[in-house]
């Protein structure tokens, strides 16, 4: 093996792409979803390995992105700023399937497409995002979110609930109900709950944002409720599990919701659920009781099923938030991995970064970090790295903040879609 | 510091040749999140890729230890030592601007 490292190495340093093959000639991956990690996972193994058959399922034309979608709802942003197209993963030698992966044979090693097409592969990276568990709130299911949007895939649902936000009167009550961990973009409801507040304050000032929360504490919590208390004094009032905040039950006729202690009729109401990997993960057999996607930490193979790597907000990456930016570093970790174990080679232990910017408002950024390794079968934080930012801003750090999570997004939709 | 940093680096030219994607060090996919290639030019984020390695190793180091005020910066060098921040500053260096 030693010598074919070798081999691999001297063919790479002369230019020339090193042969992969498998017992069907080419050798192919499949990625299951579009987003952040399957599209970077996509570009990503095709750069490394031009040799390599990549196919991409993914049955939207258009991409809608998570991130930044709370300025939408503020109307900092409109939903086309959100958009992005796959007309640069084909241009990068990606072949792209426009339907959705129905069936995994992990023994078979093939994907049923809802063409009726089946695909072999070598290796498969799932990457299927989140799916909503209906109904484990009770009264919640996809009519109901007609009703109270969870804007928690962005689209249509971002778009409606901008509507009902925009038609409701001024003193009308927000609410907000959060779930317990772990669920995509742990200091989302926070951000949204932040430019909700900033777009109430400009257009409908009487009215409050009621924040009811299934956790007692947050990601970032110490910065936002500063934020608040700064900008937005009385307006959000954040309820927390030991105080009552957990939402038991909804009602979408009514738009009420109920806790342990009381109930509460809204104007607006917006109910991110609970959630778990994207469905196809579990007719794959990759999730496990949790509902979520057990992998090892180098490169992200399932432990449940062999040669099936998931990535991103599906998986259980440790200690690794289920953020955008973390699902495109995921990606292009498991490319090289993928790469290497094709090649017969180890892949080498990661290290991977994990970045997050919220915006409390439209010039005021905050942010936390993380460092990740392989430690004791999970990607574990380096000690000493990361953190949030320092509770004491100076020299215009917010700002500045806010600058750099817009050039953040500019930068990771351009290496993510091309 | 940096006499006995240099002739290091240089080592480390020599023996990964030249760069390929599949060869980045441990760490260094996760930047190209943030810091893109000069297509994308409306950043407020510094382009990496191209710039001198020692240049690189400076800053990183003025991150780590705090010299250098910064946003996330100072928290992500600190998750990184000396011969691992090096490995990456080679990588970038040898990467198309």
């Known amino acids: 093996m030693a010598t074919r490292r070798h081999f691999l190495k001297l063919t790479a340093a002369a230019g020339l792409a090193p042969a992969v093959v498998s017992a069907q000639g080419k050798a192919r991956v499949v990625v299951i979803g579009g987003g952040f990690g399957g599209a970077t996972a996509a570009r990503a193994l095709k750069a490394l390995q031009p040799a390599l058959d990549v196919v991409l399922v993914e049955p939207n034309p258009v991409y809608t992105s ?297 010039d005021y950024g905050i942010s936390i970090a993380g460092v990740y390794r392989p430690d004791k079968g999970q990607l574990t934080d380096i000690p000493g790295a990361g953190g949030t930012s320092p509770l004491d801003a100076v020299g215009g750090l917010r700002g500045q903040e806010a600058l750099y999570a817009a050039s953040w997004f500019r930068t990771i939709t351009a290496e993510t879609f091309g | 510091m940096h006499r006995a940093l240099l002739p290091g680096l240089a080592s480390m030219i020599l023996l990964a040749g030249p760069a390929t994607a599949a060869d980045a060090p441990p760490g260094a996919s996760s930047c190209t999140g943030c810091h893109a290639p000069k297509t994308v030019s409306d950043t407020v984020i510094p382009h990496i890729a191209g710039r001198k390695a020692e240049d690189i190793v400076t800053v990183m180091r003025a991150y780590r230890s705090g010299a250098w005020p910064s946003s996330v910066m100072g928290r992500i060098a600190k998750g990184f030592d000396d011969h691992q921040t090096e490995a990456i500053a080679v990588w970038f260096a040898a990467q198309p601007e």
């Open chain 1, 66 to 362: 998570c991130p930044f979608s709370n300025s939408v709802l503020a109307n900092l942003r409109e939903i086309d700023q959100q958009q992005f197209r796959y007309d640069g993963i084909k241009g990068a030698g990606v072949t792209v399937a426009e339907t959705s992966a129905t069936a995994v044979d992990a023994g078979a090693k093939t994907v049923t497409l809802a063409d009726g097409n089946k695909l072999a592969y070598d290796r498969l990276v799932m990457s299927p995002g989140i799916d909503f568990a209906w109904n484990a709130l009770p009264g919640y299911d996809e009519a109901a979110a007609e009703k109270m949007p969870h804007a928690w895939k962005a689209g249509a649902q971002t778009v409606l609930l901008r509507r009902q936000l925009q038609a409701m009167d001024d003193g009308g009550l927000v609410v907000l109900s959060a779930p317990a961990n772990p669920f995509r973009c742990p200091p989302g409801p926070y951000e949204r709950a932040s430019l909700i507040a900033y777009w109430l304050k400009i257009w409908k000032p009487k009215s409050k944002l009621l924040l009811l929360d299934s956790k007692d504490a947050f990601s970032k919590q110490r910065l936002f409720q500063n934020g608040w208390a700064e900008l937005y004094p009385g307006m959000i009032e954040w309820v927390p599990l030991s105080q009552g905040g957990k939402v038991t039950s909804v009602d979408p006729a009514t738009l009420t919701l109920t806790t342990e202690f009381a109930t509460h009729k809204a104007a607006v109401a917006n109910v991110i659920p609970p959630q778990k990997a994207g469905a196809i993960a579990a007719q794959a057999g990759v999730a496990d009781r949790t509902g979520w996607c057990p992998v090892e930490p180098v490169a992200f193979e399932s432990t449940l099923r062999p040669n099936i790597h998931v990535l991103g907000d599906a998986a259980i990456m440790g200690g690794m938030p289920k953020s955008a930016f973390a699902a495109n570093a995921q990606a292009k970790v498991c490319a090289a991995a993928i790469v290497s174990l094709l090649a017969g080679a180890r892949p080498q232990d990661p290290i991977v970064i994990n970045t997050c910017y919220s915006l409390v408002a439209a």
